[in-house]
């Protein structure tokens, strides 16, 4: 998994709560990315960072929210708006944000709402 | 809008042989096309890139094909082994240039 760690790897939470799911990377990445996979899904993107203090939202950021306050670190909350949150959360890291960029994963943290 | 297909069905070969994937996509100008791994219950793995510029690309056992005027790859895996049955992923840059979008994969079984 390539010096990306997450964790914890199962969560389980009662709806209407919020929960942060942690990742950090040593590779010296500039780049950062938070997945949502459902079963026989592809991967969703969530929100994504370029640099330390900058994040974008992609394609499903409703009901999420992220910080990323130093480089190694950019935890995802996933907030009561979530409407489905159960689901296999992935974060990825890439050494030079741009076209090209081989995307580094972490071992993934399965969230499942009671 | 902007789609990356593969094939939906799982792919059961037999050991030995050549496995064939497909990734199909619409709407993309893509530089580059990406294929990952990913076992069950863990994150996807990086294989391969291959670039607009590159007709072929090979990796050990691994070989891509890009052909942009299909808009299409193909990922072969020859002399397959049991150990290479999982799901492989194919990946396109999105519009916005900073994030990959990823197809849905598909599963290989490979069988002795």
């Known amino acids: 998994d390539g010096g990306i760690t997450q964790s914890p790897k199962y969560l389980f939470r009662k709806e209407g709560q919020n929960v942060t799911l942690s990742c950090e990377q040593n590779?010296?990445?500039?780049?950062m990315y938070w997945y949502r996979q459902d079963p026989g899904q592809g991967l969703r993107l969530i929100y994504y960072?370029?640099?330390?203090?900058?994040?974008q939202k992609g394609d499903i950021a409703e009901g999420y929210s992220v910080s990323r306050e130093k480089k190694e670190s950019f935890p995802l909350t996933v907030t009561s708006a979530q409407k489905n949150p159960t689901a296999f959360y992935l974060c990825?890291?890439?050494?030079?944000?741009?076209?090209?960029?081989?995307?580094?994963f972490g071992p993934g943290t399965r969230l499942t709402v009671l | 809008s902007q789609k990356i297909e593969q094939n939906s069905e799982a792919l059961n070969i037999q050991e030995g042989k050549t496995a064939t994937l497909t990734c199909n996509y619409t709407?993309?100008?893509?530089?580059?096309l990406q294929w990952y791994r990913q076992d069950p219950g863990r994150g996807p793995v990086f294989l391969l890139l291959?670039?607009?510029?590159?007709k072929e690309k090979r990796k050990e056992r691994l070989k891509v094909t890009f052909d942009t005027t299909l808009k299409q790859s193909l990922f072969h895996i020859t002399a397959s082994q049991p150990a290479d049955s999982a799901t492989y992923l194919c990946a396109l840059t999105s519009n916005s240039g900073y994030a990959l979008n990823f197809g849905k994969g598909t599963s290989l079984l490979v069988t002795p």
């Open positions: 960072s370029q640099i330390v203090n900058d994040f």
């Open positions: 990825a890291s890439s050494p030079v944000q741009g076209e090209g960029d081989t995307q580094y």
């Open positions: 709407n993309y100008s893509p530089a580059y």
């Open positions: 590779l010296n990445h500039d780049a």
């Open positions: 291959i670039r607009e510029n590159e």
